[in-house]
């Protein structure tokens, strides 16, 4: 429903503005030239639809979990996620102890001692997720050049623009997962280069990666890669929606508590509104007009 109100008020728009587009483009065929650049990502991100998406968003905790494990066995040897510490994982429906367990897989680097030397040691709850390298060169180096980017914040980092007429009508659906979108449709979206496309050496073909047709990311995930013992289909198209939604929880873990303050807001609002409105009426009834 809410696609459709939004398709049928975007061709209104864009059938006006083609009109004028028409007419400019007589005026100036040359303006054709500078369209040769192309512009990415080379296609849109897929919509999808997210458990976390409009006024009632909430999270799935079983999706989350499944997130979490797909970036711990995979994502999580080349991605950082330095703001995000092991306790959160609490949200996700881990008991303390387990999340003691969980964190007790990873060392971090701890120091100086008494005698002035860095040491490493065994994760606890209140460490964040390291870094697999020793800093951001290594990172590049080990990557063809590129550092695989800090995922705390990567679902709100990545907000592919979305022009007008759309985001103006963004604002009334609320759309606001853009991010989840960007990279469900980068990990689901490796293809093989057009003819006559020079993949420049060390990248990969993506025509969803926002700053370039190929990039530094070899494609991560494939079909039965991650066993899920909820029985979930374990292909890539879940993988990468359940992954996702962990790197949306990650950027925001309050998400749900925002929404529910927001409906309040609104209801109050409109209470309010009334009253304001009855308070008028009731004042000025008693001037004669
Ligand atoms: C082999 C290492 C490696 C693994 C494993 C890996 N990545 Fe990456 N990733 C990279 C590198 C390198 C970049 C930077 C690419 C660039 O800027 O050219 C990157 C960039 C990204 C980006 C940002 C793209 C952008 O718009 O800048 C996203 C999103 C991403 N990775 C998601 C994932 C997810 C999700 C997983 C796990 C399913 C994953 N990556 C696993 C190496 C990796």
Redesign the pocket.
Same mark, same amino acid.
């Given at each position: 429903m809410k696609k459709l109100v939004t398709s049928i008020l975007s061709l209104a728009v864009v059938v006006g503005l083609s009109g004028v587009a028409f007419a400019q483009e007589a005026a100036a065929p040359a303006a054709h030239q500078e369209s040769a650049t192309p512009h990415y990502p080379l296609k849109e991100p897929k919509e999808l639809d997210w458990t976390f998406a409009g006024p009632f968003g909430h999270y799935d905790k079983g999706q989350l979990q499944r997130g979490l494990k @797909?970036?711990t066995e995979?994502?999580s !040897?080349? &991605?950082s996620m330095n703001l995000v510490p092991f306790r959160t994982l609490g949200d996700l429906g881990y008991s303390d102890a387990q999340i003691k367990a969980f964190a007790a897989n990873y060392e971090v680097q701890d120091g100086p001692d008494a005698s002035g030397e860095m040491f490493t040691r065994k994760a606890v709850p209140s460490d964040h997720f390291p870094s697999p390298y020793p800093n951001a060169e290594a990172a590049a180096a080990a /990557? /063809?050049g590129? *550092? +695989? +980017?800090d995922?705390s914040l =990567?679902a709100k980092a990545?907000e592919v623009e979305r022009g007008f007429p759309r985001f103006v009508f963004d604002i009334f659906t609320q759309y606001q997962e853009s991010g989840p979108d960007?990279?469900y449709s980068?990990?689901t979206g490796y293809e093989d280069a057009p003819a006559g496309f020079q993949v420049p050496a060390g990248?990969h073909y993506n025509p969803y990666? &926002? !700053?370039a047709a190929a990039? *530094?990311? +070899?494609k +991560?995930?494939s079909d039965g890669q991650v066993t899920y013992d909820d029985g979930s289909p374990q292909t890539v198209d879940q993988?990468a929606k359940d @992954? *996702?939604s962990f =790197?949306m929880w990650a950027s925001e873990p309050h998400l749900e508590a925002r929404k529910r303050t927001g409906f309040m807001v609104m209801v109050f609002l409109l209470i309010f509104t009334v009253l304001i409105y009855l308070t008028k009426r009731s004042i000025y009834s008693r001037i004669d007009h």
């Open positions: @797909v970036y995979v994502c !040897a080349c &991605h /990557n /063809n590129a *550092a +695989p +980017p995922m =990567l990545r960007y990279i980068l990990l990248a990666f &926002h !700053a990039f *530094a990311m +070899p +991560p995930l993988y @992954v *996702a =790197l």
